[in-house]
């Protein structure tokens, strides 16, 4: 929402803040004991609105950094990846190595979806409720899509590369 403000995750700590296209850069997370932090969402029309993950953390600030509450804990989570709906901003999905987390709040409550490491999620440019994903399958790699929001998942298997056994995408 406004290309002046930057968010950046260390990957030894803290999350950096920069108000001015990178000239200078604060550090958001001076009062967080955490780890690296691995992804990094803005929401599109609200620059004050964040999500990140760290030490196994999903967290979230209303108010551009200046605090932070916890959303979701689990242990050895990683976060790699999060999309936001346009349709309803409330909707937040998560890639990460636990699964696929989606929340329809804002971040207050999370389903998780399917256990498989999931590698990425995106948002369907010019649609508001369709995302992709790419989940771990041991041997493979799954190309999924839902066009609901994220409320259902199913495997893209026409039209799309589709990984043999012992291939993977990621």
């Known amino acids: 929402s406004n290309a002046n403000v930057l968010y950046a995750g260390g990957e030894t700590g803290g999350l950096w803040k920069t108000t001015n296209k990178g000239i200078s850069w604060t550090l958001k997370t001076k009062d967080l004991l955490h780890g690296s932090f691995n992804a990094v969402k803005v929401l599109p029309t609200n620059d004050q609105v964040v999500y990140t993950s760290s030490s196994s953390k999903i967290l979230k600030t209303t108010n551009g ?79 999924m899509i839902s066009s609901d929001n994220g409320s259902s998942w199913a495997a893209a298997t026409s039209g799309w590369y589709s990984p043999a056994s012992g291939e993977s995408v990621t």
């Open 65 to 143: 950094g200046d605090t932070w509450s916890t959303l979701y804990t689990e242990s050895g989570l990683t976060v790699y990846e999060f999309a936001i709906s346009t349709q309803d901003p409330e909707v937040v999905i998560a890639a990460t190595s636990k699964g696929l987390l989606r929340t329809t709040n804002g971040g207050t409550a999370w389903t998780k979806l399917w256990t498989d490491v999931t590698w990425t999620v995106k948002k369907k440019e010019g649609s508001g409720n369709t995302f992709f994903a790419i989940r771990d399958l041991n041997d493979s790699s799954e190309f």
